[in-house]
Structures are given as C-alpha cells and as structure tokens.
C-alpha cells in the first residue's frame, strides 16, 4: 500500500489564480497534438449562499462571480464540464431561510453538467431535498443512498457518463454522514467502497475512458477509496479549509478539495494520446473580489439577500449578556455548559411543558452579542430547521442518552447535550458508559423506573449523530406535527422580551484519577 500525498494550497487574499499543478502520468503539461483529445472539469462544493462570503479574507465566492469565471473557461473551452458536488441546502442562515431552492435557481443559469448529494441537502427533510431535484435543470446522481425499494434515492441514475471531445468520463456520487442530517427510513447509506464497486461495474458496460468519483467525505475515507477501489481513476471531494485547496494523492491519483464558500473551483483537466494512459491536471480558480460579477446572477443575488434582510430583521428581545456557544472558539456547547445552549433548551421545554430540554451541542451553530436580539441571529443559532419533539423516557433510557453525549466530549462530538430542567455531573477521564457521576431532575435523582416528559430536536430522536437508542422512548409530539426549532426559540424571546440566560451549573465536569480515586472540580 503507498504512501498518500498532500499538497495543500493556500488562498492568499490578492490571489486571482492558484495552480494545483500535478500530472499522475507524466512530469508536464503536455501540447495537443494533432490526435489527442482534452477536457476541462470544472468543480465546485458546498456552496451555502448566493452572495459572496466577506471576512477578514476579503471577499471571496458568490454565485454572480462564480458564474464569470466559468464562462471565462468555457469561452476558451465551450466543452467544459461542470460538476457540483452538494450541500447546497443547510449550514448555514442562508440555507434555512430559503432551504436551498435560490441555489438551484443559479445552478440551472450556472449550466450545471453533473450533481451529487452532501448530507446537508437533507438537513430539511427528504420531501424537500425531492424538490431540489425537481427544481433542478442538471442531473443528480447516487451511487450510494437507496431508498425504501432499495433503489438508489428518488430512482436517480447511480452514475452518470458524460462525453467530450471524444472523451468519455463516468462520474459516480458517494455521500457520507447521513448521520448527521436530518434522519428519514426512506433513504439510507450504503458503504461507499461497495458502492463505488457496484457502480463502477455498471460503468464497465459503458466503456468509459476515466472514472471520477464526486465525493461528500472525509480524507481518510477518500484515501480507502482509492486504497480499495483501483478501478477510479481520482475524486472530487469537499471542502477541508476555508482558505486552502488541496491535492492529495494515492498511488498517483488525486483527491481534489476546493476551499470553502465557493472561493474557488477546481480545474481538473483530462487529455488522451494514442497509446498513452490518459494525463489528469489541475488548477484552481479562485472566485474572489478580482472578479467581476455576472449582471443576472448579480440581480439574483441581490433579490434574495434583499428579501432576507427584510425577512430576518424582526427583534425578538433584548440579551442582557452575550449568548456563547463557543462557535469559531472553543466549542464550548460540545463539552460544557453553556448559555446558548440553556436558552435553547429552556424554549424547547416551555414549549411542550416538560421536564426536560434538551438540544444537541453540534445544533448550535453561531454565538450571539448582547443587545437587540433579532430573528436573523436566532436563525444563525438554529440554521437546520429541526421540529421540537416531546418523547416520554425511561430514567434509565435517559441516563443513556447522557452517556451517549459525553461519549465522544474529546473530540468535541456534537452529540453533547445543552439542557433544561435538570442538570448533571460527568467524568470525561472514566469509561465510556460509565461518565455520568450523577444526574438530577427538579433536584431529584434520576431513578430508573420513572417516565420523564423530554422536550428534543428530531434530528436526535430519528437517530441523528448516533442517538439510536430514542427508539426504544414513547413520541407524544413527533416531527410532522411539532413547530420548528427556530420558531419556538423565537417566540420564548418574544414573550421573555429582556433575555438574561447564564451559567447555572447545570452541567458539571469532574476528572478522575484512577490511581488515587480522587475527584476534583
């Protein structure tokens, strides 16, 4: 087995070009001749809003920039291939103000050739991520992510064979962590190198010349990829940094990553020569402040940020003190106490009069300033649009969705738990299974035997990030009848109207040494 290779690519803030420069079969880029034959790939991921992205970068991305380098290219090369590679839905205030659906509007103008799915396409459901497809002017494909009939999901081709300048390229679509995203028995993930085997004897039939996998996964898995599946010839994969696009390689086969918020795109170009195996390079374009803008996405843009502008301004109260997650910090919600987390769980148990909230540490995806408190920064806190369900729990069940939450703290898991109407002591340092030192509702230990009312996301009760055991709870409120997260958190503020939630010790850590047996705060 060889070695991989990683060779990351820094964004730098005046770049307008960053060369990705590799050939897996030869030392240069070498001339057309006479009989060789050569296409460009254009690839682009996660792309979560319309607009540009503006930071302490600069700014970079937008779908009206995107859109003037791709036709750049493909004035020079009008067959150029234009991949995507999902999450164009959730993650982020854009993405659950308006689900996804402006997205697909750009993708149809942008003149996509070939789209897979990210998990995050699912983040509103699968009747939702059905109407992104349908909206949509381009091919989706899944290799991986069947449906009930155990047909591939929506009855979507599980490759598809794209032909260029006489070269035939066979893509195949693998996505990861459905975990992780809103959970539906209708679609389910299937081991991608299986997967990746079963669709690429399928494109054996079709007598392809290269075989790119578009890819929703982590670099490891990307690696085991081409360790196990030597037929693909390279990946197109996600993002892996904000500000750097990187080339990886096993066995001479690339792993190409573009950085985040479409800041750049990945010129993947392919070239065949008689007798020779065919040559992969690559650049990446960067999407940047360079660029001018597109005039009808431009428009597009600007309709939409305009209308959720108006949509989210609304103030819901007044915070007395910051709201702290620990998002771009610390990720304090993921292993400890915090104040963003106790207002959320605090709204969720109000809301169905239980007695307990609880909200899942990964849920919380922004911090907040204090003062005017506004919809736009409650929809930045719950961008997913969970439903707030009531289930009735078992003390010793509860006790094991605990557990599960401190399982992973030192990796800082999003499956910690914020909560409400109860509080609870663990040991990060003990076994798993064996973390929670003490747990109390209404200041009364938890016992075993006893039902408690539990106010929750759907996104844990359908099994998300690993909380399998809520199968064996009652629902009392389920998903398609519970509100959603946003609105019953934006309605708590409305009728609190001053917003003063601190740190109350409801959730303690204590390490314990196994040598001495002591226990210290």
């Not at 610390?330 to 909200?359: M, P, Q, T, W």
């Amino acid at each position: 087995m060889k070695e991989a290779v990683s060779v990351p690519i820094r964004l730098h803030r005046v770049a307008c070009l960053i060369i990705l420069v590799f050939c897996v079969l030869c030392p240069v880029w070498p001339e057309a001749g006479v009989s060789s034959r050569q296409v460009t790939v254009l690839y682009f991921t996660d792309a979560h809003q319309l607009a540009p992205v503006v930071d302490e970068l600069g700014e970079r991305g937008g779908v009206a920039k995107l859109a003037t380098v791709i036709q750049k290219v493909r004035r020079q090369e009008p067959e150029a291939i234009v991949a995507f590679g999902g999450d164009l839905a959730g993650g982020s205030l854009f993405g659950a103000a308006f689900r996804g659906l402006p997205m697909v509007e750009a993708l149809n103008t942008l003149g996509v050739d070939v789209a897979t799915f990210g998990q995050h396409d699912f983040d509103f459901g699968i009747v939702q991520t059905a109407a992104l497809v349908e909206a949509s002017q381009f091919p989706w494909i899944t290799s991986n992510l069947i449906g009930r009939t155990g047909k591939p999901f929506l009855d979507l081709p599980s490759t598809l064979v794209v032909e260029r300048q006489g070269i035939r390229i066979g893509f195949i679509g693998l996505t990861d962590a459905m975990v992780s995203t809103f959970q539906d028995s209708s679609v389910k993930q299937l081991d991608m190198v299986k997967a990746a085997r079963s669709a690429l004897a399928h494109l054996k039939q079709e007598k392809v010349d290269i075989r790119i996998a578009l890819t929703q996964t982590t670099l490891g898995a990307n690696e085991r990829l081409l360790y196990e599946v030597p037929e693909l010839d390279g990946i197109l994969s996600e993002e892996r940094s904000e500000t750097e696009s990187t080339a990886n390689f096993v066995s001479g086969r690339p792993i190409l990553s573009p950085c985040g918020n479409i800041g750049c795109i990945i010129r993947l170009q392919i070239q065949l020569e008689p007798g020779k195996r065919p040559v992969l390079l690559a650049g990446a374009l960067t999407v940047d402040a360079s660029v001018a803008p597109d005039s009808m996405l431009l428009e597009l843009e600007n309709r939409y940020t305009n209308a959720l502008e108006y949509k989210l301004a609304e103030t819901l109260g007044t915070l007395e003190v910051p709201l702290d997650a620990g998002v771009a910090g610390n990720a304090s919600a993921r292993f400890k106490e915090s104040n963003a987390g106790n207002l959320v769980a605090d709204a969720f148990r109000d809301y169905h009069k239980a007695d307990i909230g609880i909200i899942n540490g990964g849920g919380i995806r922004a911090n907040a300033p204090e003062g005017q408190f506004t919809l736009k920064e409650a929809l930045s806190l719950l961008p997913y649009g969970n439903q707030v369900c009531l289930v009735v729990l078992k003390g010793k069940l509860l006790l094991r969705v605990l557990e599960h939450g401190v399982a992973r703290v030192a990796n800082r898991s999003g499956a910690f738990c914020q909560v409400a109407g109860m509080s609870y002591t663990y040991d990060p340092e003990r076994p798993v299974g064996e973390r929670i030192l003490e747990a109390k509702v209404a200041g009364s230990a938890i016992r075993g035997d006893r039902n408690y009312r539990v106010a929750l996301p759907s996104f844990i009760l359908a099994g998300g990030d690993g909380f399998s055991m809520l199968e064996e709870g009652w629902t009392l409120v389920g998903p398609a009848i519970a509100r959603e997260d946003v609105v019953v958190l934006a309605n708590y503020c409305r009728r609190l109207g001053r917003i003063d939630s601190r740190i109350e010790g409801r959730i303690t850590i204590s390490t314990h040494s196994v040598e001495s047996g002591e226990k210290s705060p």
